[in-house]
């Protein structure tokens, strides 16, 4: 024991006595560090004999080994210290000198003061007034050009880390990696993104350090505004409609800070920060070939004669080019950035001309004539743009990774407008349907993310409240023996409230498969008993879920993806079919999208538009147009669902029902199938006057 405690003693006074000697730390945070290392107090430790002292280094070591779990702490403090001595020296303690036997009697005395070593400036002298002002600025005025917090907290982190030296000059000189930058806020318009959001300071107009530190911060600012809004959207998906829903991708601005200032293409790393999905650049090339390679101003091109690019002759070697008022404003559509106040109609506008005659389904002639001009100025070509636009930037909502790379990236994707569902394993589509998805208004199907983890045969089902409020509690005023003759079963609880449900079987508003997702809209995918809505162009007939026109092809195509040894078959799973739920739980959840694209590129490149049948994309449009509503810090607040059971006070007649029949014609209503009119409405009113 006594060999162990001056083993402990002398680790101790070897790491106390280094630490008189070392050198300064080279910063502040450094010698923190240090005086946040705990110190274990040997102050109730008697002093060693003569024994312990003399003990020879192997058995030194053996006590070292032998000693408690105390001495293992002082050693693990020891090592953990930025300023160490070496290792022989804390764990294999020699014979003492007798000034060093003295030192280990008498307490150690206290270090004299001394001044940390300088280190170098990371700051160039030419620099240090432009560092002198950030400085200043970020400490007194960062909400100034930094609104968001967390941002305002990385850049001041950031700049401090780097002894405020400018980060897009040096020497009051733009720097490649600035140029870079600028270059790809310049073009946010390839990416559906407003270049007027990102505004990029004149560095060349800024002669003093003042002014150079401001177009640092300016430019730093528009940097993270890009990053942000092309990772996370220009807009909230709740400012759009209250039934949209995914996860939440953030930018850290502390990771972009340091990305974009160690990049070696600071642009490439700027425009990464866009969505990767092969849709979304299938988009941007079309959105790139609609404008010409540029945004191009709204006005429209005036008519005038037919030019073309002169042609060179025996007797005229060197034609002029021909000369119109405007070519600038060609050049300007077509995307054609040289020589932009040219009148010349040269080759590179002939190029750019038959280019856009050659996407528009014009005979790609190089000739302006009447049918180009109009094609320019065709409004569907707008309309198409901002199609495109409002698709870009809902795509930037959806998860960067929308399979689950367990299962090689498997997901299933549905797009509302297309009325259509895939699944996608590998980067392949492996197998789509048609579906029906919920009407325009208060029974659109929602728009989410989330994960299927398993599948219902002969399902249950569970009338939602907002069904059961909205259409059974009215047709039960109006015919008691609804339910009935609809095969569904009502409870009423002792508190009032109200469950309906329809048990498994052939004619179940489910079919005989449903397919869980749990979400909070209490929407699903599920087979259907009415299949004659999927001959329909127009499939928009529910009340939210998606009923899906093949679901056991559906059923084998995910679980043979999630448990490929079981082998599931079409076959097998119609063998499930009967009277009694069954669940087949995914060992592996995937992932499921439901998307609303009303612009996307098939597999041959062409570019396919749908109807906006709920509304998003004007809706979108309006928000993406006032810039006031475009921040993400502003959600807008709407009002959700309402889950909870209903309470009712249902007609008498309910439990007393014979003899009364009015007809399917409410079931039919509910399922979106096509009936014969209602009955007159003299004898709804009598009807509920019967039962008031």
Same mark, same amino acid.
């Given at each position: 024991?006594?060999?162990?405690?001056? %083993?402990?003693?002398? &680790?101790?006074?070897? =790491? #106390? +006595?280094? @630490?008189? $000697? *070392?050198? /300064?730390?080279?910063? !502040?945070?450094?010698?923190?560090?240090?005086?946040?290392?705990?110190?274990?107090?040997?102050?109730?430790?008697?002093?060693?004999? %003569?024994?312990?002292? &003399?003990?020879?280094? =192997? #058995? +030194?070591? @053996?006590? $070292? *080994?032998? /000693?408690?779990?105390? !001495?293992?702490?002082?050693?693990?403090?020891?090592?953990?210290?930025?300023?160490?001595?070496?290792?022989?020296?804390?764990?294999?303690?020699?014979?003492?000198?007798?000034?060093?036997?003295?030192?280990?009697?008498?307490? *150690?005395? /206290?270090?004299?003061?001394?001044?940390?070593?300088?280190?170098?400036?990371?700051?160039?002298?030419?620099?240090?007034?432009?560092?002198?002002?950030?400085?200043?600025?970020?400490?007194?005025?960062?909400?100034?050009?930094?609104?968001?917090?967390?941002?305002? /907290?990385?850049?001041?982190?950031?700049?401090?880390?780097?002894?405020?030296?400018?980060?897009?000059?040096?020497?009051?000189?733009?720097?490649?990696?600035?140029?870079?930058?600028?270059?790809?806020?310049?073009?946010?318009?390839?990416?559906?993104?407003?270049?007027?959001?990102?505004?990029?300071?004149?560095?060349?107009?800024?002669?003093?350090?003042?002014?150079?530190?401001?177009?640092?911060?300016?430019?730093?600012?528009?940097?993270?505004?890009?990053?942000?809004?092309?990772?996370?959207?220009?807009?909230?998906?709740?400012?759009?409609?209250?039934?949209?829903?995914?996860?939440?991708?953030?930018?850290?601005?502390?990771?972009?800070?340091?990305?974009?200032?160690?990049?070696?293409?600071?642009?490439?790393?700027?425009?990464?920060?866009?969505?990767?999905?092969?849709?979304?650049?299938?988009?941007?090339?079309?959105?790139?070939?609609?404008?010409?390679?540029?945004?191009?101003?709204?006005?429209?091109?005036?008519?005038?004669?037919?030019?073309?690019?002169?042609?060179?002759?025996?007797?005229?070697?060197?034609?002029?080019?021909?000369?119109?008022?405007?070519?600038?404003?060609?050049?300007?559509?077509?995307?054609?950035?040289?020589?932009?106040?040219?009148?010349?109609?040269?080759?590179?506008?002939?190029?750019?001309?038959?280019?856009?005659?050659?996407?528009?389904?014009?005979?790609?002639?190089?000739?302006?004539?009447?049918?180009?001009?109009?094609?320019?100025?065709?409004?569907?070509?707008?309309?198409?743009?901002?199609?495109?636009?409002?698709?870009?930037?809902?795509?930037?909502?959806?998860?960067?990774?929308?399979?689950?790379?367990?299962?090689?990236?498997?997901?299933?994707?549905?797009?509302?407008?297309?009325?259509?569902?895939?699944?996608?394993?590998?980067?392949?589509?492996?197998?789509?349907?048609?579906?029906?998805?919920?009407?325009?208004?208060?029974?659109?199907?929602?728009?989410?993310?989330?994960?299927?983890?398993?599948?219902?045969?002969?399902?249950?089902?569970?009338?939602?409240?907002?069904?059961?409020?909205?259409?059974?509690?009215?047709?039960?005023?109006?015919?008691?023996?609804?339910?009935?003759?609809?095969?569904?079963?009502?409870?009423?609880?002792?508190?009032?409230?109200?469950?309906?449900?329809?048990?498994?079987?052939?004619?179940?508003?489910?079919?005989?498969?449903?397919?869980?997702?749990?979400?909070?809209?209490?929407?699903?995918?599920?087979?259907?008993?009415?299949?004659?809505?999927?001959?329909?162009?127009?499939?928009?007939?529910?009340?939210?879920?998606?009923?899906?026109?093949?679901?056991?092809?559906?059923?084998?195509?995910?679980?043979?993806?999630?448990?490929?040894?079981?082998?599931?078959?079409?076959?097998?799973?119609?063998?499930?079919?009967?009277?009694?739920?069954?669940?087949?739980?995914?060992?592996?959840?995937?992932?499921?999208?439901?998307?609303?694209?009303?612009?996307?590129?098939?597999?041959?490149?062409?570019?396919?538009?749908?109807?906006?049948?709920?509304?998003?994309?004007?809706?979108?449009?309006?928000?993406?147009?006032?810039?006031?509503?475009?921040?993400?810090?502003?959600?807008?607040?709407?009002?959700?669902?309402?889950?909870?059971?209903?309470?009712?006070?249902?007609?008498?007649?309910?439990?007393?029902?014979?003899?009364?029949?009015?007809?399917?014609?409410?079931?039919?209503?509910?399922?979106?199938?096509?009936?014969?009119?209602?009955?007159?409405?003299?004898?709804?009113?009598?009807?509920?006057?019967?039962?008031?």
């Amino acid at each position: 024991m006594l060999m162990a405690v001056a %083993a402990t003693f002398l &680790t101790v006074s070897a =790491s #106390n +006595a280094f @630490a008189q $000697t *070392a050198p /300064a730390q080279n910063n !502040a945070a450094e010698l923190a560090i240090d005086a946040a290392v705990p110190v274990p107090d040997t102050s109730i430790v008697p002093p060693p004999t %003569a024994a312990d002292i &003399t003990a020879t280094p =192997s #058995n +030194a070591a @053996a006590s $070292t *080994a032998a /000693a408690p779990a105390s !001495a293992d702490k002082t050693e693990t403090t020891a090592s953990t210290t930025p300023a160490t001595a070496p290792a022989a020296s804390v764990t294999t303690p020699a014979a003492p000198s007798d000034a060093a036997a003295q030192q280990a009697k008498e307490p *150690a005395a /206290a270090p004299a003061a001394q001044e940390p070593a300088k280190t170098a400036s990371k700051v160039a002298p030419a620099d240090q007034p432009v560092a002198d002002k950030l400085r200043d600025t970020l400490q007194t005025q960062a909400s100034k050009f930094f609104d968001r917090k967390n941002e305002r /907290a990385a850049v001041e982190k950031f700049y401090a880390a780097r002894d405020y030296a400018p980060l897009w000059t040096e020497g009051g000189t733009l720097t490649a990696r600035a140029k870079s930058v600028v270059s790809r806020l310049n073009d946010a318009a390839a990416d559906g993104l407003n270049p007027a959001e990102y505004p990029v300071p004149n560095f060349g107009s800024a002669t003093g350090p003042d002014a150079l530190a401001e177009a640092d911060l300016k430019l730093t600012a528009s940097m993270l505004d890009y990053a942000r809004q092309a990772q996370s959207g220009q807009m909230h998906w709740s400012q759009v409609s209250a039934d949209i829903q995914y996860p939440e991708h953030p930018v850290d601005p502390n990771e972009v800070l340091a990305n974009i200032s160690t990049a070696k293409d600071a642009s490439m790393a700027l425009q990464a920060y866009n969505p990767p999905q092969k849709l979304y650049k299938e988009l941007r090339a079309k959105l790139a070939e609609l404008r010409g390679q540029s945004e191009g101003p709204v006005t429209l091109l005036p008519d005038g004669p037919k030019l073309s690019l002169a042609k060179k002759t025996k007797k005229n070697p060197n034609p002029v080019a021909m000369e119109d008022a405007r070519v600038p404003q060609l050049r300007a559509k077509l995307g054609v950035t040289e020589n932009p106040d040219d009148t010349h109609y040269d080759a590179t506008v002939a190029a750019a001309v038959r280019k856009f005659q050659a996407h528009a389904g014009l005979k790609a002639t190089g000739v302006l004539d009447d049918h180009t001009v109009k094609a320019i100025n065709s409004p569907k070509r707008d309309r198409e743009i901002d199609t495109i636009v409002v698709n870009m930037e809902r795509w930037r909502w959806l998860p960067r990774q929308l399979g689950a790379p367990a299962l090689g990236n498997a997901y299933a994707i549905l797009n509302i407008p297309d009325f259509t569902l895939k699944v996608m394993h590998n980067g392949a589509e492996v197998w789509k349907t048609r579906v029906v998805v919920g009407k325009p208004g208060k029974h659109a199907t929602p728009l989410l993310t989330e994960t299927m983890k398993y599948i219902t045969v002969n399902p249950t089902w569970n009338v939602p409240p907002s069904i059961i409020n909205n259409e059974y509690l009215p047709a039960l005023q109006q015919d008691p023996t609804v339910l009935d003759r609809m095969g569904l079963k009502l409870q009423q609880n002792r508190d009032g409230t109200i469950h309906i449900s329809q048990p498994p079987g052939e004619r179940n508003a489910l079919g005989r498969i449903r397919f869980n997702f749990p979400n909070k809209f209490l929407v699903y995918q599920h087979d259907t008993p009415d299949k004659n809505l999927f001959s329909r162009d127009v499939r928009a007939f529910s009340h939210g879920c998606m009923r899906v026109q093949n679901p056991d092809q559906y059923a084998s195509v995910l679980l043979n993806i999630a448990m490929p040894n079981e082998h599931y078959t079409p076959e097998k799973i119609r063998s499930m079919y009967g009277n009694s739920e069954r669940d087949i739980k995914f060992a592996t959840p995937i992932p499921v999208n439901i998307t609303y694209q009303t612009a996307f590129v098939d597999d041959a490149g062409k570019l396919h538009t749908r109807s906006d049948i709920y509304g998003r994309d004007s809706a979108m449009l309006a928000l993406l147009r006032n810039s006031k509503n475009k921040n993400l810090e502003a959600v807008v607040a709407h009002a959700q669902p309402n889950y909870s059971r209903p309470r009712a006070q249902l007609p008498v007649a309910v439990n007393d029902r014979s003899g009364y029949d009015s007809g399917p014609n409410f079931f039919e209503r509910l399922f979106g199938i096509p009936t014969q009119a209602p009955p007159p409405a003299a004898e709804y009113g009598q009807r509920r006057r019967i039962y008031r």
